[in-house]
């Protein structure tokens, strides 16, 4: 069975994107992260913690500071990129295809009146920069969405200085083929077309001019994230008056079983990854 029975589009990714921003922020995290969680040790449940430590690692990875010119790529609802601002007191555009996700984020923004960041609507595979802008790309969870990755990595190339800093977390898909039961609860329940296993994504970056300094296979902190989503999805499923959020809430839990399940069965991964832009080929 192939990975998916129809292939997403932008639009179909946009459209899911837009439409699940208050569900998600009703339990998931009210600031708006979606990312996965880098927990501390095999049966931590914070989730919060956990997320904020992706975001810590990655910063301390791609060795960010406040010289730094960061792009965010699928950027949401603006969390990481605030972070890097408000800690590293770096510079940066977040660009997001949720135009309701960027909305959220300039709101959040507003408040922050001393970061010098923005955020803008747009796609990965159609970035609104210059070429040689950027000193980081930067991106959590993201890519995996793009159809067109050869294009975003073409893209994320082009914002790049020489030598510049690619450093990401994205979901990998270990094996060539899916299961049925795997595409229809993890891949297509996020319109999620495929993507790259742990060494798949390191020859693609490679041989589109990438050198590889940091890669790691974390597919057990994802295992986590769904383990304490599903079960903080469950419990605030009982307390919750409205019907039509109280059975999202149970299916996204249900979908979360699905997830450890296809994590297990190597169906679906999470890994970190830091590249240098090569200065010549
Ligand atoms: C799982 S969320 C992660 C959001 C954010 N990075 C975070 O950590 O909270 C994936 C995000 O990627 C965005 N996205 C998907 N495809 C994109 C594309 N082609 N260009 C830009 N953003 C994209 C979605 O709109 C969504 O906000």
Redesign the pocket.
Known sequence: MSVASRAYT?QD??DF?DKTLHNYLSFWDTD????TGYFADGNADDYHAAAAHTSAVLAAEAMIDSSSHVLD?????G??LMYLAGHFDCSGEG????EQ?VRFAMARLAGEKSLRITFRHG???QMPYQASTFTHVVS???LC??PDKPRSHAEIMRVLVPGGIFAFTDFLQPKKQVSERARKHVYDRVRWNGGYSFIGYQEALDSRGFEIMVARNLSGHLRQTYRVLGKTAEERAESVPDLTARNWMLAFADSCREMQVAIDDEEFGWGIFVARKRTRA
Not at 32 to 35: A, E, I, W
Not at 73 to 77: E, I, W
Not at 95 to 98: F, K, N, R, V
């Open positions: 932008e990714v946009e994107f708006g992260v979606l990312h790529v699928g950027s949401g609802c969390n990481f660009l997001d295809l949720s996700r796609s990965a595979t959590q969870d993201s969405l793009v």
